[in-house]
């Protein structure tokens, strides 16, 4: 039996782990894909205090690295079960069940999908959820991005160097993101590398086998207009994965997982971290800081109850 099973290696679950690590807590750490979460698939971080900048993908495997020579386990898996009520916290993946004395659920969050017609047929034939990822398929071709938070503002600082041409589609005139990223945009603008189509949305997703193109309408205006585009990179927020907790653990209207201070849910010895918790900012340095001070409490919480 482990100390503790992380379920999800992002810069939470990860800084979960170096902490408790550092106190000789044997962990397990369970991540889908690779470790860094959506960090590994964000591009330039300008905001994480110690770096200038990094790429999101360097910064993931600094601290997976740091993680690791810890002495961290990793098992790459989709979790298929939580049997978490217990004193012993069972996780049950394809090839195993593993079993703790504590767990934390460093679940992150999904892409969310824009609900248009044809969208899930796109995907990968000109849609996409990730510029970083798939950004060098359009290579001097046209692209929009849809969105008005960080994610979509740095997708177009990212792609902006890569295609011909980015039509950012929003579906208001104010954005969510930093100045700092729309300032940058606008100087793009003036070149004519990107195109604000604003107070839009897409209402169609045109194309037989492969995207080739959008409709969008004006919100305001009521037009519609076609834009002739060969891929389509959605950033419109993330939904929390929560779906095999959500009998069990309390969750707010959206789905995520309602914490204390110490990041404890409901269940005793079940934390939760990072972008799946119910939380006002969700940066890398939050998501940190929530890895720090559940160690913290976990490392407690064994030595009460074991
Ligand atoms: P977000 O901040 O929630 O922004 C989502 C954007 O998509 C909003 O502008 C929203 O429009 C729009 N939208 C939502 N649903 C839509 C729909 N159905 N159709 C069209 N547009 C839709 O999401 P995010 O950009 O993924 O960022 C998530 C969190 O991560 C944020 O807290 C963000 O600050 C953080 N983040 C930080 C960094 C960084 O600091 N470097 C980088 C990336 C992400 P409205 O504005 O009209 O609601």
Redesign the pocket.
């Known amino acids: 039996m482990y100390d503790i099973i992380i379920v999800g290696g992002g810069p939470a679950g990860l800084t979960t782990a170096i902490y408790a690590l550092r106190a000789k807590k044997t962990v397990l750490l369970i991540e889908r894909y690779t470790p860094g979460g959506?960090v590994a698939q964000?591009g330039k971080?300008?905001?994480?205090p110690g770096f200038k900048s990094i790429d999101g993908i360097e910064l993931s495997s600094i601290i997976f690295d740091q993680a690791s020579s810890l002495g961290l386990e990793t098992v790459y898996s989709d979790v298929l079960e939580y049997d978490i009520l217990g004193k012993v916290k069972k996780v049950k993946t394809y090839d195993a069940i593993y079993e703790a004395k504590a767990i934390v659920l460093a679940l992150g969050?999904v892409?969310?999908e824009?609900?248009v017609e044809n969208e899930k047929k796109f995907v990968g034939k000109g849609i996409s959820y990730c510029a970083t990822c798939d950004g060098n398929f359009f290579k001097n071709k046209k692209v929009a991005v849809?969105?008005?938070?960080?994610?979509?503002?740095?997708d177009c600082l990212y792609l902006v160097d890569i295609v011909d041409k980015i039509y950012l589609?929003?579906?208001?005139d104010?954005?969510?993101?930093?100045k700092h990223?729309l300032n940058k945009l606008f100087e793009y603008e003036k070149l004519g590398k990107i195109e604000f189509v604003l107070n839009s949305?897409?209402t169609k997703l045109l194309g037989v086998n492969y995207l080739t193109g959008v409709e969008v309408e004006n919100k305001l205006t009521k037009d519609v207009r076609q834009i002739d585009i060969d891929g389509l990179f959605i950033?419109?927020?993330?939904r929390p994965d929560t779906n095999l907790v959500q009998n069990v653990i309390s969750l707010d209207e959206n789905g995520y997982i309602i914490t204390d201070e110490n990041m404890c849910t409901n269940i005793h010895g079940v934390y939760a971290v990072g972008?799946v918790r119910k939380k006002r900012?969700?940066?890398?340095v939050t998501a940190c800081s929530d890895g720090a001070i559940a160690s913290v409490d976990i490392i407690e919480y064994i030595s009460k109850n074991f």
């Open positions: 959506q964000t971080i300008e905001n994480y969050a892409a969310k824009l609900n849809v969105g008005g938070g960080n994610t979509s503002l740095e589609i929003h579906r208001r104010e954005f969510r993101g930093d990223s949305t897409v950033a419109i927020g993330r972008d900012l969700r940066q890398i």
